[in-house]
């Protein structure tokens, strides 16, 4: 379909013999399919390769981000051009998938991510996670420094030069934000086009949704932490400070009302006055040596 571009959806799969079978059969139109049957106990794999599919199977459950690695590493093998990634649960539209190939195709980018939030797709799914994944988006465009609306989105496209210049070490689902924040250090070329999705799914939630947002999020942050560490020990001291003001005030406010300090308030902004002080000056010294080391 693609003349001589060589193309490979890659399909993580944990459990998901309810829906592998219609994820591959859609999918087959646009490329060949590799399944990587992540450790799962039920006929995933038999369903996908009946299918006809390609299956790789872990005998443990690693984790996303190692499926991916796996998928990513029979690309590069097997000399396919693009990669497109998505999810074995139903929830894209494996007919999207010229969506995301095309500006790869024309040359205009090296990663696509297929955006929930460019359509108001977004609007349908619950408050409580629209809220999580706003705070994921927000500290994910902080590590990268690239302007993103939906960096968790599963459903994304790669050419061969952004598959080379990946080393992905994440096991869970971090790494669609480690994927964008490895590719913006190179200067890749990172886009969004709109996409479509469905939550009427079987098997929704593999973990607790406030657990998997922590989890991503304290992934986020240590990225945020190596690359721009001056914003965030600048952020978190600026904190400290807040709190250390707002101590001495509740320490000092009977005292200018006829009564005494509140020592107990006055020794608590302190500490945070010295909190404050400390991130703040390894914010600094972190971000000295980065820039060193990065050679800037």
């Excluded at 087959?28 to 106990?41: H, P, T």
């Excluded at 942050?221 to 101590?247: C, D, M, Q, T, W």
């Excluded at 001495?248 to 300090?261: F, I, K, M, Q, R």
């Excluded at 020794?267 to 080391?293: D, H, K, P």
């Amino acid at each position: 379909m693609y003349k001589n571009t060589k193309v490979l959806i890659v399909i993580p799969a944990y459990n998901e013999e309810l829906t592998i079978g219609s994820v591959v059969a859609l999918a087959k139109e646009y490329g060949d399919v590799l399944v990587v049957d992540d450790g799962s106990k039920d006929k995933t794999s038999k369903i996908a390769q009946e299918v006809g599919a390609i299956v790789l199977r872990h005998d443990v459950n690693k984790g996303k981000g190692q499926a991916l690695k796996t998928g990513f590493d029979y690309a590069l093998a097997n000399d396919y051009d693009v990669v497109v990634c998505i999810d074995a649960d139903g929830q894209h539209n494996p007919e999207e998938i010229p969506l995301l190939l095309k500006p790869i195709l024309e040359d205009e980018a090296d990663l696509v991510i297929g955006s929930r939030y460019l359509n108001g797709a977004h609007k349908t799914i619950p408050i409580y996670r629209r809220l999580g994944l706003w705070i994921l988006n927000k500290t994910t465009v902080l590590a990268s420094g690239v302007k993103i609306t939906d960096s968790q989105s599963g459903f994304r496209a790669l050419n061969r030069r952004a598959l080379e210049s990946l080393n992905l070490n994440s096991s869970g689902y971090n790494v669609e934000s480690e994927m964008i924040h490895q590719l913006s250090e190179k200067n890749l070329r990172i886009t969004e086009v709109p996409i479509n999705v469905r939550y009427d799914v079987p098997n929704k939630h593999k973990k607790h949704p406030i657990a998997h947002g922590v989890g991503v999020l304290a992934k986020i942050v240590g990225l945020i932490g190596y690359k721009r560490p001056l914003l965030l020990f600048g952020v978190l001291s600026l904190i400290s400070f807040i709190i250390a003001g707002i101590l001495g005030y509740l320490a000092l406010e009977p005292y200018y009302n006829g009564g005494n300090v509140y020592l107990t308030q006055a020794i608590g902004a302190g500490i945070f006055a010295i909190i404050g002080i400390q991130l703040f000056v390894a914010g600094l010294t972190l971000n000295v040596l980065s820039r060193m080391v990065g050679g800037k």
